[in-house]
T-cell receptor
């Protein structure tokens, strides 16, 4: 059974802190998504990666295929980064299997 | 990046009526579209997958006669909630991908349905 586990479930930090959210999955995957969901509900795809590391602005995503682990990092965090961050693995049928999400709150 | 729109963003309807939600890919061809449902503080739940021009594939436990999905063109899919009941109140999100380009999904902003 494919499972995706995220940690932590909830994270509160001060503005400017370096944030790390972790994601572990149980079986081999085609790729892994990191997504952001704001309180209004809309979902934004941040990254899709199958190896190595990707960077976009203050966001960095890494994946270790051997360890079946991925991390999302936010540098110089800002209150507008407050959202739910979700990792989802893409299985061999190219369907997404969702993690439960990490609720991030950045305090000014 | 690829943009997916949904309409309406919010809808309130009475029990027993039907509601149609549209999902459009604005700048790419969506060979595959997905419909998700999200309950408060829970993960997205895949309801169905549709490929342009063919019948949708529904996930186990999703009533195909209640949630009608039409993917008639490469840029439009619709979800119709028929004979809506209060328990159908939820947040519905669509996503789309162009399988000829990549398997990355692009998400719509979601539709909040409230059935009174």
């Amino acid at each position: 059974k494919n499972e995706v586990e995220q940690s932590p479930q909830n994270l509160t930090a001060q503005e400017g802190e370096f944030i790390t959210i972790n994601c572990s999955y149980s079986v081999g995957i085609s790729a892994l998504h990191w997504l952001q969901q704001h309180p209004g509900g809309g979902i934004v795809s941040l990254f899709m990666l199958s190896s190595g590391k990707k960077k976009h602005g203050r966001l960095i995503a890494t994946i270790n295929i051997q360890e079946k682990h991925s991390s999302l990092h936010i540098t110089a965090s800002h209150p507008r980064d407050s959202a739910v961050y979700i990792c989802a693995e893409m299985d061999s049928n190219y369907q997404l299997i969702w993690g439960a999400g990490t609720k991030l709150i950045i305090k000014p | 990046g690829a943009v997916v729109s949904q309409h309406p963003s919010r809808v309130i309807c009475k029990s027993g009526t039907s509601v149609k939600i549209e999902c459009r890919s604005l700048d790419f061809q969506a060979t595959t579209m997905f419909w998700y449902r999200q309950f408060p503080k829970q993960s997205l739940m895949l309801m169905a997958t549709s490929n342009e021009g063919s019948k949708a594939t529904y996930e186990q436990g999703v009533e195909k006669d209640k949630f009608l999905i039409n993917h008639a063109s490469l840029t439009l899919s619709t979800l119709t909630v028929t004979s809506a009941h209060p328990e159908d109140s939820s947040f519905y999100i669509c996503s789309a991908r162009d399988d000829w380009v990549s398997y990355e999904q692009y998400f719509g902003p979601g539709t909040r349905l409230t059935v009174t």
